[in-house]
């Protein structure tokens, strides 16, 4: 009876605690004990140690993400209307596993135009993603899992976490020349040879608008010459677009490369992202689409998309994506958007006036045309890391060691100073 109850209640208290110092605890403190910490972010440790400095005149110029004037974060005015009618009034239920029926068809239309031929023919494969970053890691491993003989082609440079979506999937990575330093402006030399070099049906990533981290943008004509090459060669192009609406200030304007790739008749694909153009950083609000041969085939692939991202997460959010529909499916909220994106996009195209003529009217002896030849968030601006290093620790400004300057940190109050700053590092 005794040993009984002693068993019970061995049973209700769960296993023994290990000895400290015994062979199983020993094991058991060492089964992680190789694990090394993770490298920092180069931008997300960029922002780390600005929040640790106490100067008064530090400045951040590393972060991507909008600011207003005075520096602080901004929700757009079309986003709290939308927030305003969900709250209380709609409930938050499990999306299905390719996301917002609604919020889907309104990205598609901002992508492939309003009147799409190939949206009528049902032949885009579309899911919800989260946001960008999520839209391309599902591709990736679409394209490893079914083309899994594949590589990628990624510029030099481009945003980081390219290399680590693809890697993670992984897919082979080849790159290819895009920035010329000296012009600090396109290799488009380079990056036409990379095109016709490549083994035929590669695919490639190519940013849509506001290419991060360089500003640097094709002309329309170079946008027609590399879609002419692209079919010569049969590659695959994946347009990465997070920026539609805030590069330019015109959602149309900064969808034309991929209108000039369906104009030509390529099969594409597409990763939007609601972050930069709606603000919806946190939301995690993205679309991934891929134009198929048919409708047929659209929903064979729409449906392994699916099946791919349902290990990964089941199911999208539902906040962003409630916030996007309302907005893009109601005419004066969709007014509002397109009203605010440009006025975001107008306020880095001035701030990048402004500190143009400020080092112009410091007397450096360098050319700075490339500030505002160079379009969207970030103006690669050319300093060298050893630059970058005296910014920070004699002026307190932060950005990261490539030169990359975030306009959106750039405001009236600052500019003078931060002008000063770069006039006395690079002269």
């Not at 095109?195 to 991060?212: D, E, M, Q, R, V």
């Not at 939007?272 to 679309?287: D, F, I, T, V």
């Not at 048919?294 to 290990?311: G, N, T």
């Not at 103006?379 to 300057?405: A, F, K, W």
Request: charged share 20%.
């Amino acid at each position: 009876m005794a040993l009984h109850l002693a068993a019970s209640a061995i049973r209700r208290r769960g296993p023994l605690p290990l000895l400290p110092g015994s062979a199983s605890a020993r094991a058991m403190a060492s089964l992680f004990g190789h694990v090394e910490p993770a490298p920092k972010d180069p931008i997300l440790g960029v922002t780390e140690a600005f929040l640790a400095d106490s100067s008064p005149d530090k400045v951040n110029v590393g972060v991507g993400a909008y600011r207003d004037d005075n520096g602080k974060p901004v929700v757009l005015d079309c986003v709290r209307e939308a927030e305003s009618r969900i709250a209380g009034n709609l409930n938050m239920e499990y999306l299905p596993m390719g996301g917002s029926i609604k919020m889907i068809e309104e990205s598609l239309k901002l992508a492939y135009g309003e009147d799409s031929e190939f949206i009528k023919d049902k032949r885009i494969a579309a899911v919800q993603a989260l946001s960008g970053t999520g839209a391309c890691r599902l591709f990736a491993d679409f394209q490893k899992r079914f083309l899994p003989d594949s590589q990628i082609y990624i510029p030099t440079p481009t945003w980081s976490n390219h290399h680590n979506i693809w890697r993670d999937a992984q897919v082979p990575q080849r790159t290819y020349s895009y920035y010329h330093p000296e012009s600090r402006g396109l290799d488009f030399a380079g990056l036409m040879d990379a095109i016709k070099n490549a083994p035929n049906g590669s695919f490639f990533l190519l940013h849509a608008c506001a290419h991060n981290p360089t500003g640097v943008d094709p002309t329309e004509e170079q946008w027609r010459e590399i879609s002419y090459q692209f079919k010569l060669k049969n590659h695959f192009p994946f347009f990465d677009m997070a920026y539609q609406g805030f590069a330019s200030g015109d959602p149309e304007r900064d969808a034309k490369a991929i209108r000039i790739f369906l104009e030509d008749g390529h099969q594409i694909g597409c990763a939007q992202s609601y972050a930069k153009n709606m603000g919806l950083y946190g939301q995690r609000a993205g679309c991934l689409s891929v134009l198929c041969e048919d409708e047929m085939q659209a929903v064979a692939v729409k449906s392994q998309l699916q099946q791919i991202a349902r290990p990964m997460y089941s199911n999208p959010p539902v906040h962003g994506a409630l916030v996007v529909s309302i907005i893009l499916n109601d005419p004066e909220l969709k007014s509002l958007w397109l009203s605010e994106v440009k006025g975001m996009a107008d306020r880095i195209i001035g701030m990048r006036k402004a500190l143009r003529e400020n080092l112009e009217n410091l007397g450096s002896p360098l050319s700075w045309e490339h500030v505002t030849n160079q379009i969207g968030m970030f103006c690669y601006s050319g300093m060298t890391p050893e630059q970058v290093d005296r910014l920070t620790n004699e002026y307190h400004i932060y950005m990261t060691r490539n030169g990359r300057i975030s306009m959106a940190g750039v405001t009236t109050g600052n500019v003078a100073y931060l002008a000063n700053a770069i006039h006395d590092v690079t002269k």
